[in-house]
């Protein structure tokens, strides 16, 4: 398959998972970003900066190298401020070829909290295993591209972290498997809200 093909196929898998994740409630605003790794390639593509998740089209996605250069951004966008902790994820874990960092309501209040996400369910506990919470650095800055690093080397098998005061991170073998997991996290965090109301 040629390369131009296989770019297109996955530009498009990246706008309709980003589109999802908007009208899924995954996140508001321009907030939000969602990458995923070329098969057999040191590239991943990366949705742009300051642009809603609802309203991104496959050409606006940038191929970027795993140092961050762009290799390809057809429309002039940069990609994402959160690109470096994309590619800390990548370099660390060759079984992540996909990434969504969101901001769902229920998950991100529990990482205000500084603490691990309550895995209520039987289901949260098989598939989740554990999600930890890493500490709040500035968006787009190198102590949080070091500390998701520094998370993902303590736990090698993780799916999701909670980051402090900003959101979360979901790890998947492909597109899906990261917009699954994220959505996941939020019911998880969803179930754990509603079970501490009910146990007072």
Known sequence: ????????????????????????????????????????????????????????????????DLEG????SPLGYKGSK?????LSAYRLRQDVLAIA???????????????????????????????????CFNPGSKELADSVATALKAEPGVKALLMQDHGILALGADMNGAFHTADLVEHTAQVAYILKGIQG
Do not use: Q, W
């Open 1 to 64: 398959m040629k390369r131009e093909t296989i770019l297109s196929y996955y530009r498009e898998e990246l706008s309709r998972y980003s589109r999802i994740a908007f009208e899924r409630g995954l996140v508001g605003g321009t907030g939000g970003n969602l990458s995923l790794r070329i098969p057999d390639t040191d590239t991943v593509l990366i949705t742009p900066t300051g642009i809603s998740l609802g309203e991104i089209e496959p050409a606006m996605n940038v191929l970027v």
């Open 82 to 86: 959160e690109t470096t902790f994309h």
């Open 69 to 72: 250069n762009i290799v390809e």
């Open 101 to 135: 960092h969101l901001h769902p309501p229920y998950a991100t209040a529990y990482s205000c909290t500084g603490n691990p996400l309550p895995l209520a369910t039987v289901s949260a506990r098989v598939i989740l295993k554990s999600v930890p919470c890493i500490p």
